[in-house]
């Protein structure tokens, strides 16, 4: 009896969750708890970010689809007007384009119309798109993705995309293959921001 009594009180004891360290009082009280709160709001911001790149991803992928369904240069759109026929649209005159079949589009305009039309072009979604485009251009992969330039340069680089869109050696399948790049782009980022909150939930969370 006594050795049954034992092993069973054994069992139970190795069943038994640890006990939680008891909070600290006062000053590193204090501490834990606004350490706690920072961590917290850290994990919170790198998800969302987590969210918007995986998001910004399939945007790109769809903008990709756009080029290789059909791929112009020296203008944003090409559509068919209420006649059939074939038009062109710079950006100044993009608007006309919403809700006409839509026959091709040059980089930046596949961005645009992936993010659902001439009306979304000043919309956060398309500026961070076009932001990941640019490094995939003009940054080696994998470095860090510089967001939110002011509008001055982010201006810059959309005419650095438009020139090299419409540079006369440029194929199809290079402006494919760039925004290929920055969907790849959008990957890495995601894992730098993974990397940066040492949470093992969002860790095992992904794009």
Request: hydrophobic share 45%.
């Amino acid at each position: 009896m006594t050795l049954e009594f034992r092993v069973q009180h054994d069992v139970a004891t190795d069943a038994s969750p640890v006990p939680s360290p008891p909070a600290r009082r006062g000053i590193r009280g204090l501490l834990d708890r606004y350490a706690a709160h920072r961590s917290a709001v850290r994990t919170r911001r790198a998800t969302a970010r987590i969210e918007e790149l995986h998001e910004l991803e399939a945007l790109l992928s769809d903008a990709r689809a756009v080029i290789e369904r059909g791929w112009i240069q020296h203008a944003w759109f090409a559509y068919l007007d209420d006649h059939g026929r074939m038009r062109k649209a710079s950006s100044a005159s993009a608007v006309g384009v919403q809700g006409r079949p839509l026959v091709g589009a040059c980089l930046v305009g596949s961005v645009v119309y992936a993010a659902g039309g001439p009306t979304a072009v000043h919309s956060q979604r398309v500026q961070r798109a076009l932001d990941l485009v640019w490094n995939a251009l003009a940054v080696d992969e994998g470095s860090p993705v510089l967001w939110c330039p002011a509008p001055d340069v982010r201006m810059a680089r959309v005419r650095d995309l438009t020139s090299w869109n419409d540079r006369a050696s440029r194929t199809a399948a290079e402006v494919a293959g760039l925004l290929l790049t920055a969907e790849r782009v959008a990957v890495h980022e995601s894992a730098r921001v993974r990397a940066t909150v040492p949470d093992p939930g969002l860790a095992r969370s992904g794009t």
